[in-house]
């Protein structure tokens, strides 16, 4: 009796077991919805304009996964699996080396006419070894201002901008002469890095120089002589080794001369100033510092043909990420230059189109393969912080430090062109 | 009683078909995944689970397995994973399958012509219900209708053209709407039309259409790959890639993971660009955990001792003590990291003095045993109080008639008595900070590190920290290497946890 109980019971629970797991599948998402994940400032603006108008590509609905951050995307992007991962990611253009290493992107090709409406530094950011895996979507860049409060005109020269602050750093209780605002010390940095002479690599004729030198011998002469104090051999308190503060002290009017980034201009502007944008000068007048003019991109990635959604998904990079109606309905929203030259003619605000221009006149490509130090080097984004710090804050021979920085960023460069 | 016997058998079946129905819920979701391990664990545990609570075939098992299921899915299954992944090349490039990485490949060989025209097309079929382009370019005046298997040019005569020139319909073809055309997206993106000799054209996207050739093609016979343009090969190279035999430093991406036995393990010992950090990190782990566990330990034991007599404000003082371990430790550690800041931190502006702490390695050490310190020393207060309480007062009484000092009592009597009853924990407390990731990681993040000079590890890096940075800190993510150091430092952690357990006899109980 006891043991028939038991089997009936063993036999009830095996069947409600499976009953109730037959009805609890697993859901899929809808098969013709093409999915964007996005962060957490593009996924509201993406929604306004590409999801919640369906004509863009007929047939699909098109949903937005925003995340909180944009580390949380990148963590999610990571983690994605083929039953999980979306069929467009709007993310970094550093990625996506990584991506097409680990088949977790897609190549996709561009008619020559969808070439046109960009420049070749912005597929330079989005191919690797040759193939191209997004769109370009808007330009990632920076700017010098100066407070016209305490700067009557703009400096022709970078020793113009070291003389000001010397002349007026009592006087005017000033904190530093120009600092990082937006970008960090190794991204925003490179402008007044390159100012001075070094480079993260050297471009000619539209490719990468791998036999050129970074890090010139004017550019430790111009560190020496321009940001160098030679009493105590440490910096001068022209430029900070540290972004932090930066931001405050040049709202509070404490620092004349700031390298701001375009996703925050509003801020200057509703502070009151003028965005009088320009290019860090550099050491002779006439010349400027180059900065990273990268963009971000609409991503295809491998996920799409596994669900069935790869023409879809191809159709939304080309014809909303890839068309100026698309990125000019976008940008309205963004705030930030667009990276199609059709739709920065279009009714964007001065502010964007100034900054797409800056970019397109002192920018350079930002090649991950070669920034990344993906080849087991240290990295560009490690080492120029590393190089501020030594001769800035720990009074380190100047010559010495550039001599290695010089020394890695070669053995980057090299490794970085062969596995472009 | 009849009532309760069977309303408890009843509940017992429910519960049971709810677990049931939740694991095989996961399982079901593994198994679409792709995850058939997990899949198998998890139908395995359910039925476990049936048999145990609807059959008597063991009593304790009813107590032991939900404990046992726990200890296999978050302790033996990741040791187990961590060892399988650290006898594989596993890192960034080398991420998906064989089979995975091959047809990727194929999909990369597929090359642009990139003098060539390119067509804007419209999708539809055939009379016989063939998927077929119409395509059109305008400049070069060529329209033509194209399947798979075969392509016929049409005259603009034929067909009705828009304002741009561009082909709208044509005779024996019927358009595909939107709805058509997302229902046939998979073969929409992998049709080959039909073009000449070996080019075809490929769409991008849904309107426009770009003519390719294949350039790499795989033979599964030898297991390689030939670029028919270069004329190249490319075998498997036994570390997760396909590599060019004329110049082995070629390799194409994405390759896979591929087992590579003991090489990680092997290279700890070898590559001294690994061996050399590591050698560091590991002599800073030990003395890391060896200065923490004793400055807690005597700081711990130093307020015991002083609060052990009884004065005015004990329970006050007692109170105030325990607090930094009441406290969250992460809220302290970020709380600590401010306080050392060179420029606006409390301790420089306490002492008037201008260091940078967190940049200097011996400053950097410092601080991270003085933070450690503070979160650890009550927990030594509390154990060694409580100790000190176990200790019989007439020891102390007897040893003092014999004429013995207090200090000769404390290092004669109390403390060897009170390390015998503490030392499983000062073992256990090594071990935990063995692996004290949270702290290292936000308060120095196991710096500084001195790039310019090659350094790789960072002056505070234990050996938990740096291999979060090898697996997770930069661009390479080596997972098999971090594993492989996962592994070492488990079984270190686990020799330490098992003398622990042994000097303590907690096992002898069961004997």
Known sequence: MQKNKFKKGFVAAVVLALGASALAVPAKAADKEILVWADETRGPNLVKTLAAKSDWVSGYTIKIRTFSSFDALKTAVDAATDLTGPDIIVGANDWVATGAKNGKLAPLTLTAAQKANYTANNFFDLSYKGKLYGIPLDINNVAMIYNENLVSKAPKTFGEMVNYYKANKDSKGLVAGLCIAGGGMSWGAHSVFSALGGNAYVMKNGAVDANAKPVSADFVKNVKALLIDPATGKGNGFFPASDTGCKKNFLDGKVPFAVVGNWEWTDYQDAGFYLNLMPVPGVKAGSNGKMFGSVSGALLTSYAAKRGNEAGAKAVLTDFFGSAAGAVAYQKNELRPPANKAAAKGDLLTAQVNFGKASAAAGIPQIGAILNGTTGSKSYWDLLPAFWTAVLTDGKDVATEAGKLNDFLTKNIKAGVADL | ?511
């Not at chain 2, 001792?305 to 004065?311: D, S, V």
């Not at chain 2, 650890?376 to 007897?398: D, H, K, M, N, R």
């Open chain 2, 1 to 511: 009683m009849l009532i309760t016997k069977r309303f408890s058998y009843f509940a017992k079946v429910i519960l049971t078909a709810i677990a049931s129905t939740i694991l095989i819920f996961f399982a079901q979701s593994a198994l679409a995944q792709g995850e058939t391990q997990i899949a198998l664990f998890l139908f395995i545990a359910t039925a476990a689970i049936i048999i145990t609570y609807l059959t008597r075939v063991s009593i304790p098992l009813k107590f032991f397995l939900p404990g046992m299921l726990f200890l296999f899915a978050f302790v033996l299954g990741p040791v187990i994973y961590t060892i399988s992944m650290s006898t594989f090349q596993y890192q960034t490039g080398n991420y998906i399958s064989k089979p995975q990485s091959i047809e990727r490949l194929l999909e990369l060989g597929v090359i642009s012509d990139e003098n060539a025209p390119s067509f804007d097309v419209v999708l539809g079929k055939t009379s016989i219900g063939k998927l077929a382009i119409l395509a059109s370019n305008s400049q070069i005046k060529r329209y033509f209708l194209s399947t798979k298997d075969e392509i016929t040019d049409l005259a603009p005569s034929e067909l009705t053209l828009d304002e741009n020139g561009v082909a709208q319909s044509a005779p024996n073809f019927t358009v595909l709407n939107g709805a058509d055309r997302s229902k046939l997206d998979k073969e929409i993106a992998s049709t080959r039309f039909k073009y000449q000799g070996d080019f075809f054209i490929k769409l991008e996207g849904l309107s426009a259409g770009l003519i390719n050739q294949q350039s790499l093609f795989y033979d599964s016979a030898s297991d390689t790959f030939k670029n028919k343009l270069t004329g190249a090969t490319y075998k498997d190279n036994g570390r997760g890639n396909y590599a060019n035999i004329d110049n082995p430093s070629e390799i194409l991406q994405p390759g896979w993971r591929s087992p590579i036995w003991f090489d990680h393990y092997k290279n700890l010992v070898t590559d001294p660009t690994i061996r050399k950090p590591l050698f560091k990190v590991f002599v800073w782990t030990f003395t890391f955990a060896f200065l923490t566990v004793l400055t807690q330990f005597a700081l711990g034991l130093l307020v015991a001792l002083t609060l052990n007599k009884p004065f005015f404000g004990r329970r006050f003082y007692r109170s105030i003590f325990i607090l930094p371990y009441a406290m969250p430790s992460i809220m302290s550690i970020l709380i600590w990291g401010g306080m050392f800041d060179t420029e606006f931190g409390a301790i420089n502006n306490l002492f008037g003095t201008n260091i940078a702490w967190f940049q200097n390695a011996t400053f950097a050490r410092a601080a991270v045993i003085v933070v450690n310190l503070w979160l650890g020393f009550p927990y030594f207060y509390l154990v060694t109080s409580g100790a000190l309480q176990a200790i019989p007062s007439e020891l102390a009484e007897a040893a003092a008639i014999d004429g013995a000092k207090p200090r000769q009592i404390f290092s004669r009597v109390t403390l060897p008595l009170l390390l015998q009853i503490v030392s499983p924990l000062l073992v256990a407390s090594f071990a935990f900070n063995f692996n004290n990731f949270n702290l290292i990681y936000l308060l120095t993040g196991g710096g500084p590190t001195n790039l310019l000079d090659g350094e790789i590890a960072g002056a505070t890096d234990i050996l938990i920290s740096y291999t979060y940075k090898i697996a997770f800190g930069t661009n390479i993510q080596n997972l098999g290497l971090a594993s492989a150091i996962s592994v070492i430092i488990f079984l270190i952690v686990a020799s330490i946890s098992l003398y622990g357990i042994r000097r303590s006899k907690v096992l002898d109980s069961f004997k």
